[in-house]
C-alpha cells in the first residue's frame, strides 16, 4: 500500500506562488507516474500535471501549462507542484495520485490512478 499525504496550500492572492509537496510512504514510489489533479467545489474532478517515473516526461493540463511546474524527488519520495500566478480560477482542493501500472501516457484519467491523498485546500483571492 501507498499512503499519500499532500501539504502546502493556503490562502494566496492573485499573482502570488504556492508550492504543493506529496510525500509517499509504505513503499517507495520511484517506479510510478505521479499526477496532481484538483477538484472546485460543485465540479468535477480535474488533470493537472503528471510526471513519468523518472521525472523524464511531464505533462500539463493547458489550463496551467506556463504557471505550473511538477517535480519529483524519488530519494525524497516526495513529488511537488510549484504553482505561480495563481488565479482565483485555480481555486480548488488539490490531490496527489500514484499510478503504478504501464499504461498509457500522460496520464490524464482519474481511473489511471491507484492511490491518492486526502487533498490540501488552495484558494486564490481577487
Known amino acids: 500500500q501507498v499512503q499519500l499525504v499532500e501539504s502546502g496550500g493556503g490562502l494566496v492572492q492573485a499573482g502570488g506562488s504556492l508550492r504543493l509537496s506529496c510525500a509517499a510512504s509504505?513503499?517507495?514510489?520511484?517506479?510510478?507516474?505521479m499526477g496532481w489533479f484538483r477538484q472546485a467545489p460543485g465540479k468535477e474532478r480535474e488533470f493537472v500535471a503528471c510526471?513519468?517515473?523518472?521525472?523524464?516526461?511531464?505533462y500539463y493540463a493547458d489550463s496551467v501549462k506556463g504557471r505550473f511546474t511538477i517535480s519529483r524527488d524519488n530519494a525524497k519520495n516526495t513529488v511537488y507542484l510549484q504553482m505561480n500566478s495563481l488565479k482565483p480560477e485555480d481555486t480548488a482542493v488539490y490531490y496527489c495520485?500514484?499510478?503504478?501500472?504501464?499504461?498509457?501516457?500522460?496520464?490524464?484519467?482519474?481511473?489511471?490512478?491507484?492511490?491518492w491523498g486526502q487533498g490540501t485546500q488552495v484558494t486564490v483571492s481577487s
Open positions: 495520485a500514484a499510478s503504478s501500472g504501464a499504461t498509457t501516457w500522460p496520464r490524464l484519467g482519474v481511473h489511471e490512478y491507484d492511490y
Open positions: 509504505g513503499r517507495s514510489v520511484s517506479s510510478y507516474a
Open positions: 510526471i513519468s517515473w523518472s521525472g523524464g516526461y511531464v
